[in-house]
């Protein structure tokens, strides 16, 4: 009996033991599997990531030059349709985006030439003549441009801008924005300007003859108003005689009387039409800029110009000085 009953205690056990066998067998299956899955080789892990994970860069780029892509479609669909449909707006519409373009140009270098005089302090009359002929202009350009923008500030005054600019291009748009026809036209109109000018620069001249002291002088500068006169363009030492005569009374530049004044301004094509001490000033400014011009271009060369260069300067309505009215030594000792 007792026997039996240890048959039958070995028999549970081994029974037992046979039963946990299988689930041991799978627990350390599983384990294994999971320290395989869980433990992968770093190739796997590099091609995941690779697969998973993409560069922000590449789509960046992607992005981008999609973008530019049909943005360069778009605007030449939009072009061959004004052509098309509207040819005397895209003429306009095309000087407009031109002028545009040529104007950043501009600001872009002239921020440039700024930056090396700030950084090799440098001032504006050291500058070379064609840095300093960029300078000169783009102020210019941005002076008709702010105006442009005061003026529209006020509510709708947009749409009166519009119109001013289409009605008076000359004196509201700077010459990026004109056509070569206007460009043409407007040069003749500032041709005659001068030209008028001329007449009544030289009859005060003649007036303040009595009024100068010294005999020499006095019979100098009567030729040189006969020469003039009669069509003669005076030589260089024809004017260098007569500095004295402007360096103090009565042709001075702080001796000169209000209608001498104005009569220089529209010979320079300056606004003539201002308080005296500011036309006085504005003379003084724009004669010194023009002398330190003319010094960066002796140091320069003439023959150094290209052709368009040229034609820039003579086209160029600012550039141009009354010289028998302010000899280059009187400018000098001013820009001194």
């Not at 003039?228 to 530049?253: K, S, W, Y």
Request: net charge positive; charged share 20%.
């Amino acid at each position: 009996m007792a026997l039996s009953r240890v048959c039958w205690a070995r028999a549970a056990l081994w029974g037992a033991a046979g039963t946990r066998g299988p689930f041991v067998t799978r627990r350390m299956q599983l384990g294994r599997s999971g320290l395989a899955w869980g433990a992968p080789r770093l190739s796997d892990l590099h091609c995941r990531s690779s697969k998973l994970h993409l560069s922000p860069k590449a789509d960046v780029k992607s992005l981008i030059s999609y973008v530019v892509t049909k943005t360069k479609a778009i605007h030449g669909k939009y072009h061959r349709f004004l052509s098309r449909h509207f040819p005397r707006f895209y003429v306009l519409y095309t000087i407009f985006m031109k002028g545009l373009q040529m104007l950043w140009a501009d600001a872009k270098k002239a921020r440039r030439i700024k930056a090396n005089m700030w950084k090799h302090n440098v001032k504006f009359h050291q500058l070379p003549y064609r840095e300093m002929e960029h300078l000169r202009q783009f102020r210019q350009d941005v002076t008709k441009c702010l105006f442009l923008g005061v003026i529209s500030i006020p509510p709708f005054a947009n749409y009166l801008v519009f119109l001013l600019m289409y009605l008076f291009p000359r004196q509201l748009l700077v010459k990026h924005f004109w056509t070569p026809k206007q460009q043409i036209d407007f040069l003749d109109i500032y041709h005659g300007l001068r030209k008028q000018s001329h007449s009544e620069v030289i009859s005060y001249l003649e007036r303040v003859i009595p009024l100068v002291s010294d005999t020499g002088l006095r019979w100098r500068l009567t030729d040189l108003c006969t020469k003039i006169q009669n069509g003669t363009h005076p030589t260089v030492q024809d004017v260098l005689a007569l500095r004295e005569c402007f360096c103090n009374h009565p042709l001075g530049m702080d001796q000169l009387q209000t209608l001498q004044m104005k009569a220089l301004s529209r010979a320079v094509l300056l606004i003539p039409h201002l308080p005296p001490p500011l036309l006085r000033h504005r003379l003084r400014t724009h004669t010194t800029v023009i002398h330190q011009l003319d010094k960066a271009l002796a140091k320069l060369g003439i023959g150094q110009l290209s052709t368009q260069e040229v034609k820039s300067r003579l086209s160029c309505p600012f550039c141009c000085t009354t010289w028998s009215c302010f000899p280059p030594t009187t400018l000098g000792q001013g820009a001194e």
